[in-house]
């Protein structure tokens, strides 16, 4: 079996298998699998102009988010990672964001404007992050672990200033409906997503992941530490430079079709690690698919609760996510992990 | 042949070894000893490439280490840290054919040979944190002989072992040696570079002060000059131990 290729893939892809039909036929209107045309006058376009691209969308967000969440974790050697801790999502959020704000002088619709703004905030979220922690890789000269202490230091400098601009914007909206879109779009979500959305994300996403699996080999030396890795021929610099794109094309594109949706990153690549050998190389493929399986459920599921207006989805999986959090925090201290 | 050539290291804008020139032999057990901060481990490191040199150079069968391909340099230098920092609570196999990195395969030959050479048969499916110490730093030298690499260095691999770990480490290290790799390894434990190595280096503030054979350059004078202590080597050779003066 190939490295990476591994049982816990096998049993996600399958998982995914699925749960791709099933979300498919749930909503708030049912659809019958064997008898579409009887669900409902509209029931073929829902299922192909609502619900297919929007499940799509889910599978490709969620495999983004989970294998940058996987590469990250790997990269920082820390279970507690998430690549959106580390400013790249913070950042396409403020570009996002800004749109709304710059809207009325750009000449596009908000429709693109928005994606587009937010990926060239991810962009410079990512050319900062290289920037900065590249000063120490570079020369190697430093105290030991002084390099993924840049890192995570520049990530969360970058972070906090993306959240303190995001919420100037916010106090400066330019009027309510502004102010409400913002924070609503704040709040990742998948509804009302088109194949337009799909077609931005996904091969962003795609060459995010293709990215990210050249750097699995790097990771798993990274296992030994710094030192031992270099030793071992790995070359910070260019290690660096594969992570920050693949991350941000991953993220990036998530958060300019779908807003911000957390904590995938953090929850997926923890859960399946107990499933493979723990390397960071095998963590990749099967996080990817678990990422896609757990945004379709989440997605899914937001669809169908009886609430009045439909529960946001990064307010679902954040309400999941931070307990679980906690409880990851708990038994890191136990030693349990 | 490792050689060091008026060997210049920087660390956070300090000199960390100064124009130190030493020839390393395959075959031996070469032992670098000094005081803390003496500049053992940015030696060793600035042997291993990992540390670049402000002046001089290292020599690696006569060509510069700077001008090997960072893939040649780690397929003949294998380097074990001191710290046996591991993230990812993997088996120890998995932990050992990490080795292979440099080669590109999976060497199973090589990675069974270091798995059998360390004695780790019995522990290559157990996970990492169920280990000892001791068993700990058998993967982890393990993991170097898996690269098959020309020379090993390793810094303090002893330290935190128990004295029968310490043996059986040694013995592996002097196997290496008889084989034909050069083994460089910093030691904190004067008695064990005195009993156990073929040569050692000396070093205080950087600078080499002694390098020959380790009845010559841990003698009692060089250990009163350069740690500050009265000491005298008691018992037989190949088994002494060093006591301080009342």
Redesign the interface.
């Known amino acids: 079996m190939r490295p990476g290729v591994n049982r816990a893939s096998l049993v996600f892809a399958a998982l995914l298998a699925v749960l791709v039909p099933l979300s498919l036929l749930a909503g708030r209107v049912w659809i019958n699998p064997f008898d579409v045309a009887a669900s409902g006058p509209n029931a073929a376009v829902i299922l192909m102009e609502l619900r297919l691209p929007r499940a799509v969308l889910a599978v490709v967000i969620g495999a983004g988010l989970g294998a940058a969440g996987a590469a990250m974790q790997g990269y920082l050697r820390n279970p507690l990672a998430d690549p959106g801790l580390f400013g790249i999502a913070p950042m396409a959020a403020l570009g996002a964001v800004a749109s709304f704000w710059l809207g009325a002088w750009l000449p596009l619709p908000l429709q693109w404007s928005l994606p587009i703004m937010a990926l060239a905030g991810a962009g410079l979220g990512m050319a900062g992050l290289a920037l900065i922690a590249g000063r120490g890789v570079s020369d190697g000269a430093g105290a030991a672990g002084s390099g993924l202490a840049l890192f995570t230091l520049a990530g969360l400098m970058i972070a906090s200033l993306a959240g303190a601009l995001t919420a100037l914007a916010i106090t400066l909206a330019p009027n309510a409906f502004a102010l409400s879109q913002i924070v609503l779009w704040l709040n990742g979500a998948l509804t009302d997503r088109s194949w337009a959305e799909v077609w931005l994300a996904a091969p962003l996403v795609g060459l995010g992941l293709g990215v990210l699996a050249l750097t699995g080999r790097s990771l798993d030396a990274l296992t030994l530490g710094e030192e031992a890795a270099r030793s071992l021929g790995v070359d910070p610099a260019r290690l660096l430079a594969l992570l920050v794109a693949g991350v941000g094309l991953t993220v990036g594109a998530s958060v300019a079709v779908a807003g911000i949706i957390g904590f995938v990153g953090l929850i997926v690549p923890h859960l399946v690690r107990p499933l493979t050998d723990r390397m960071p190389s095998s963590l990749m493929l099967p996080s990817a698919l678990a990422g896609a399986c757990l945004v379709l459920v989440a997605d899914s599921a937001v669809r169908v609760l009886p609430l009045v207006t439909e529960l946001r989805l990064g307010i679902a999986l954040s309400l999941i996510g931070a307990p679980f959090f906690l409880w990851l925090l708990l038994r890191l201290r136990r030693g349990e992990v | 042949m490792l050689a060091a050539e008026d060997l210049t290291v920087?660390?956070?804008r300090k000199k960390v070894v100064q124009g130190l020139s030493a020839r390393f032999l395959e075959g031996e057990i070469t032992a670098i000893v000094g005081p803390n901060g003496a500049g053992k481990s940015s030696l060793l490191?600035a042997l291993?490439?990992?540390?670049?040199a402000a002046m001089g150079r290292v020599l690696l069968q006569g060509n510069a280490l700077t001008e090997l391909s960072?893939?040649e340099?780690?397929?003949a230098?294998?380097?074990?840290?001191q710290?046996p920092?591991?993230?990812?609570?993997?088996?120890a196999e998995?932990?050992v054919a990490?080795?292979r990195?440099?080669h590109g395969d999976d060497g199973r030959e090589a990675v069974e040979g270091a798995i059998g050479a360390l004695a780790l048969e019995p522990l290559r499916r157990r996970?990492i944190s169920q280990l000892s110490g001791g068993e700990r730093a058998r993967v982890?030298l393990a993991?170097v002989l898996a690269?098959e690499p020309r020379w090993v260095l390793a810094d303090e691999p002893l330290a935190a072992l128990d004295l029968a770990h310490q043996l059986s480490l040694i013995a592996h290290l002097k196997a290496c040696a008889r084989s034909g790799q050069g083994v460089v390894i910093v030691l904190h434990d004067l008695a064990l570079a005195r009993n156990h190595a073929d040569r050692v280096l000396v070093l205080k503030h950087g600078r080499l002060v002694a390098d020959g054979p380790p009845a010559e350059a841990l003698s009692e004078a060089i250990i009163a000059d350069v740690w500050g202590i009265g000491a005298q080597w008691l018992g037989k050779p190949g088994a002494e131990a060093l006591a301080p003066r009342a």
């Open positions: 920087t660390r956070a490191l291993a490439g990992l540390l670049q960072v893939r340099r780690a397929r230098i294998g380097y074990l840290p710290t920092d591991i993230a990812w609570d993997v088996a998995r932990l990490l080795g990195l440099p996970p982890l993991r690269g």
